[in-house]
């Protein structure tokens, strides 16, 4: 199972960018899906969750700015972001909890992290 992302890149304080992020391989169900971000010399923080059945959670940071998604027929994530602040430059990493087969547990997924950069 891979979890590729994408959609991260340069924008001005103000502006928007929509993650993408999907999963590929030997998939039976995806449960929880979410992203998380890290920023240089802070500890990975989680940004959002989703279950498969839509319930969401966001980090108080940013709730009202950013909405996460997801397409369960692409096993695909989003992370549509607004009103972006300096603050939020991290890097970006998707994260999914996977079962790749009847009668198997499911397990926690990384994406490589997409870099997000929020200019002044």
């Known amino acids: 199972v891979q979890l590729q992302a994408s959609g991260g890149g340069l924008v001005q304080a103000g502006g928007s960018l929509r993650l993408s992020c999907a999963a590929s391989?030997?998939?039976?169900?995806?449960?929880?899906m979410g992203w998380y971000r890290q920023a240089p010399g802070i500890q990975r923080e989680l940004v959002a969750t989703?279950?498969?059945?839509?319930?969401?959670t966001y980090a108080e940071s940013v709730k009202g700015r950013f909405t996460i998604s997801r397409d369960n027929a692409k096993n695909t994530v989003y992370l549509q972001m607004n009103s972006l602040k300096v603050e939020d430059t991290a890097v970006y990493y998707c994260?999914?909890?996977?079962?790749?087969?009847?009668?198997?547990?499911?397990?926690?997924?990384w994406g490589k992290g997409t870099l997000v950069t929020v200019s002044s």
């Open positions: 989703i279950t498969s059945g839509g319930s969401t």
């Open positions: 994260n999914a909890l996977i079962v790749p087969g009847p009668l198997l547990y499911g397990k926690d997924y």
């Open positions: 391989g030997s998939i039976f169900s995806t449960n929880d």
